[in-house]
């Protein structure tokens, strides 16, 4: 699986963006596809994350009455709308697959698959 992640940006502070993760390659109806963030000086942390199947998502709590991760699946794309952005949200995005899923898991290493990131700063 090949991801590819785009529509980062330089931003206000309470403004949106809209992140794309295009997904190519074989997708298994177990997959988890999920977007990181790692801002400066911080480790990688888990966002957002949608099961292929199903839909079913998770958003982590800092961000869950702001951002919003979807998919379209005859696009093959995973898309994280993230709005009334925040200064402290300002870092590199990634977006990720863990292709034998049984849940979504926020924990780094059961991720096999990762795009490269894409740099979103939000000035206050």
């Known amino acids: 699986v090949q991801l590819q992640a785009s529509g980062g940006g330089l931003v206000r502070a309470g403004d949106s963006l809209r992140l794309s993760c295009a997904v190519s390659g074989r997708t298994f109806s177990r997959s988890v596809m999920a977007w990181f963030r790692r801002a400066p000086g911080k480790e990688r942390e888990f966002v957002a994350g949608?099961?292929?199947?199903?839909?079913?998502?998770f958003h982590t709590d800092s961000v869950k009455d702001r951002f919003t991760i979807s998919k379209d699946s005859a696009k093959n794309t995973v898309y994280l709308q993230m709005n009334n952005l925040k200064p402290e949200d300002t870092a590199v995005y990634s977006c990720?697959?863990?292709?034998?899923?049984?849940?979504?898991?926020?924990?780094?290493?059961?991720?096999?698959?990762w795009g490269q990131g894409t740099l979103v700063t939000v000035s206050s």
């Open positions: 949608i099961m292929w199947n199903g839909g079913t998502t």
């Open positions: 990720a697959a863990d292709l034998a899923a049984k849940f979504i898991t926020t924990t780094v290493g059961a991720y096999t698959s």
